[in-house]
Each structure stands twice: as C-alpha cells, then as structure tokens.
C-alpha cells in the first residue's frame, strides 16, 4: 500500500512538473520550482511576479485590481507557502518576501469597492488603487488572519489564527487579536520571545535576516499540504 502511495505521489509530481513546464513558456513571470494548483483563480496574470520553490495551495484567489501593463500588482518571493483558501486582492500593490508561510483561509485586501456614491452600486463603483501591503522576511500567518489597506508586516513576526492586522506590526513580533496588537518580541540577547520589550533595540535588519536564512533556500515544501491533488498521507 505504501509502495503504491509513493508511485502515485512520484507520477503526479512528474505530471504537474510538466505542466509548469507548459506554463512557464507562456507565463514568464513564474518562477522555477513553484508549484500552484490547478483549482487557484488568478485575475491579471500578468500583472503578477511570482519567485522559485513556491507553493500556492488549492481554491487560492490573486487578484490584481489594477491590471495596467508592465505594472505589478502582487509580488511573491521565493521559499513561500501559501495556504488553502488565501486571497489576495491588491490595491497598488501586495508584496510577499521569501519564506512567507500562512495558514488556511488568510486573506490580505489591499483593495476596496469605492463608497463615495453610495446612490450607486457597490458593485460598479469600481476599486481602490492607493494602497500597499507589504510582508517582511520569514513571516508566518496562522488560520483566518485578514491583513486590510496600508499594512507592514516586519520580517520576522507571527500573526496569531483569527487576528485583524489594520496597521504596522514590526519586525520580530508576535501580534494577535482583533485587532492584532504585539504581545511578545524576539530578545537577541538571550534568545527568546519576551512580553518585556518596550526597551529593546538590537533586532536584525531584514538584509542580515536573508543572509541569515540563505542556507535553507530551495528547501523542500510540503507538496502533500496543498491539496487533494497529491493524495492523502497514510
């Protein structure tokens, strides 16, 4: 039974690869090693630049409201995995950083339907297109995180399951809540996360953090956790 689990896991990873491979002919801004599922819905594909040894799980939404050519709406680096059910809906732009890993049903909503009329509908109001989310370095999301409007994550931090992120959270931080607020800081000093921080200065710049985490780029990522597609785990 084993034996049989693994062959289907080898033929299907040989099965996507090739479809990639296809993509990547027409679609130049994918890079190498990344695999989405077939199930995510992708709105101004071209629009969208997206690293090497990524993962983009199944029932996934990027949306790029502004789809102006040569104009890039959603940003992805390397070593990301993203979680079932994201969506990303970008103003002027969504920017994820390598090593970025979020949980299932996240969603960052850069845009918003336009309100000032509202003797029209919402619906043909058109978006809002003056607004950037960008997420630092190595940041993680647990479940049902929502990031909304002009919002910078920190390299570094964790965003608890279930927390509203409205405004900035800094680097090596643990925000939770609704919304989030930063309870616990990293301490270089002795190593750990700390309640105490309001005096703490010495934390890495994210230029020193890459080169910090440069030894696990090309990794691999969880294939088998981003959908059906890959089977289940015995």
């Not at 103003?91 to 994820?96: E, G, Q």
């Not at 029209?120 to 940041?139: L, M």
């Not at 989030?180 to 105490?196: H, Q, S």
Request: charge should be positive; include cysteine.
């Amino acid at each position: 039974m084993l034996t049989k689990l693994k062959k289907s896991i080898f033929i299907k990873k040989v099965y996507y690869k090739l479809l990639y491979l296809l993509k990547k002919q027409k679609y130049k801004n994918i890079g190498k090693k990344t695999y989405i599922d077939k199930s995510v819905h992708i709105i101004g594909l071209k629009n969208i630049r997206i690293g090497s040894n990524n993962i983009i799980s199944d029932d996934t939404w990027l949306n790029v409201n502004d789809r102006t050519d040569g104009k890039i709406g959603i940003e992805i680096g390397n070593n990301c995995y993203i979680g079932k059910r994201n969506f990303f809906s970008s103003s002027a732009k969504i920017t994820l950083k390598d090593y970025f890993m979020s949980g299932i049903n996240c969603s960052l909503l850069g845009s918003d339907h336009l309100i000032d009329e509202p003797l029209k509908p919402y619906i043909h109001t058109g978006t809002t297109n003056d607004t950037s989310i960008y997420i630092g370095t190595n940041v993680r999301f647990g479940a049902n995180v929502t990031v909304i409007g002009d919002v910078k994550i920190g390299h570094g931090s964790i965003i608890g399951a279930n927390s509203l992120v409205l405004k900035d959270i800094p680097p090596f931080s643990i925000a939770v809540g609704n919304p989030a607020k930063v309870i616990k800081r990293y301490n270089f000093e002795n190593k750990k996360w700390t309640t105490e921080f309001e005096n703490l200065t010495n934390f890495m710049s994210e230029d020193q953090y890459k080169v910090e985490l440069k030894q696990y780029d090309g990794n691999s990522l969880p294939l088998l956790a981003s959908g059906k597609n890959f089977g289940d785990l015995v």
